[in-house]
């Protein structure tokens, strides 16, 4: 399986490479496609005074040196298309925040790289029309028809996060991992899918508790891998702090998860 996992945002170098360290583990086990996942710029924070990260330039840098000093892969949100060139020459999974999975200038500069992309399902879209974004990505590929296979020889992942439930809330329709795993392979974001939009004064919430419950359950249903924000501390993380999980709580997890595949 795949296996997206990092802390939220880049909050320092010293703190990237301890986490890094701590998921090595993963990168080591030959059952899991491992990448380490972090944000230079989380460019959609509720508030103008809420920790971005440390931008694309010094972002990437750390990046590299994760790169270099683990050999890890690695995957990051791009939110601009003129962003994408400069990230491409880093990463090794381009990924489509999910405001943004309709946003066509972006996605095709994404497709037009040779790199893999993951591509967040809008809050508000419908699984079905998650068939729409992954084409304009296969089509500027060469790739005409949306279907598990092409999508799959072309790179191109499909992630489930939830969808808004009344004004501050999220809810996982299980039924969309199916559905979208009839046209494109499937990445569930169980850390997303427990925010609680603008629910802490101007913050985004949440409740980390319930990722195992949500992710156990999409191992039981089936899909082609995982992501999960974690962090030594979620408590004091500059960014998605009440959806994070524990590292140590991560490990505990994926091994649950894994047993449930192997059944």
Partial sequence: MKLLAGPCVIE????IFKIAKELEKYHNDDTID???KSSFDKANRTSLNSF???????GLRI????KDDFGYKIVTDVHESTQVE???AVVDMLQIPAFLCRQTDLLVACAKTDREVNIKKGQFLSADAMKYPLLKVLETRGCLEPTYENAQKH????????????????????RNLVIMREFAPVIFDATHSVQMPTAQDGKTGGDSSMVPHLAKAAAAIGVDGFFFETHFDPSIALSDGPNMLKL????????KIKLIQEI
Avoid: H, T, W
């Avoid at 971005?52 to 010094?58: M, N, P, Q, S, V």
């Avoid at 990046?63 to 994760?66: P, R």
């Fill in 12 to 15: 320092s170098e010293e703190n």
């Fill in 34 to 36: 491992f990448y380490f």
């Fill in 52 to 58: 971005r990260g440390l931008g694309i330039d010094e």
């Fill in 63 to 66: 990046l590299q040196k994760v």
């Fill in 86 to 88: 400069q990230v491409a």
């Fill in 155 to 174: 790179g191109v992942y499909l992630c489930e996060r939830g969808n808004s439930f009344g004004y501050g809330n999220m809810v996982v329709d299980m």
């Fill in 248 to 255: 140590q709580d991560l490990d505990k997890l994926i091994k």
